[in-house]
């Protein structure tokens, strides 16, 4: 793989600019996440995605605001650094300090058998992305049984330990994701991967970035 490429982001668009109704709260450029500090590769807080995985999740955005609601977007997009910074933490790091927010049941060295953390990451590839629904009569979150994040069995889609709602609205969310082309993950409610991925082998390493995008 040539390096050039892995710092291309020509293939990559801004992810306000498809859906301008999505909101967008990237969690690993704040402090409130696993680790517990801003992730390597986050320069700023924006999604950004293929073209391809842009336009269908435009569509999502669409039928859901027809009933609705609208698209909180977690993370997008996510260099190749990151991952490695979630892999070394995991291996090596003995910070535990975010163990009740987002793994209060795992130790953190069982993170990578659950299939919380991989060592090749989908988004890498551009056409992942982490998301939930909004109440646009209320501008809250939909309730979907846990928070985005939380490593345990209460986080898999078909999870039935939850309300008949909670585990409705999961699906509410999952049946759009896949109508429009994506394939859920199954451990993460709010994971979703572009099925007809543009770049299916290439695990990209420029930043996020909107400055980076328009070189």
């Keep these: 793989m040539r390096e050039n490429q892995l710092m291309d ?18 969690r ?9 500090e801003r992730i390597d590769g986050y320069e700023e807080p924006c999604a ?11 569509a999502v955005s669409n039928e859901m605001i027809v009933q609705g609601y609208r698209l909180k977007v977690f ?26 927010y987002f793994y209060p049941d795992l130790e953190k060295q069982s993170l990578f058998a659950e299939g919380y953390i991989a060592k090749l990451s989908s988004h890498c590839r551009g056409s992942a992305v982490d998301l939930t629904l909004l109440d646009m009569k209320t501008g809250k979150e939909l309730d ?4 985005f994040d939380l490593f345990s069995e209460k986080s898999h889609p078909d999870y039935r330990g939850i309300t008949d709602e909670q585990y409705g609205n999961r699906m509410i969310l999952q049946r759009a994701m896949i109508r429009n ?12 991967r572009l099925m007809d991925e543009p770049y299916p082998n290439t695990y ?3 930043p996020v970035s909107s400055e980076y995008l328009r070189r």
């Design 9 to 26: 982001p020509s293939g990559f668009v801004l992810l306000s600019d498809f859906v301008p109704d999505a909101v967008q709260e990237i």
């Design 28 to 36: 690993y450029y704040s402090t409130y996440n696993f680790i517990g």
């Design 48 to 58: 950004l995605l293929t073209k391809e995985a842009a336009r269908a999740l435009k």
């Design 75 to 100: 993370d997008a997009y996510r260099p190749a650094c990151a991952v490695k910074r979630f892999v070394l933490w995991g291996i090596e790091d003995t910070d535990i300090r975010m163990k009740e």
């Design 144 to 147: 979907m049984g846990t928070p």
């Design 181 to 192: 082309g994506f394939e859920p993950l199954s451990c993460e409610w709010w994971h979703f």
């Design 204 to 206: 990209f390493e420029f």
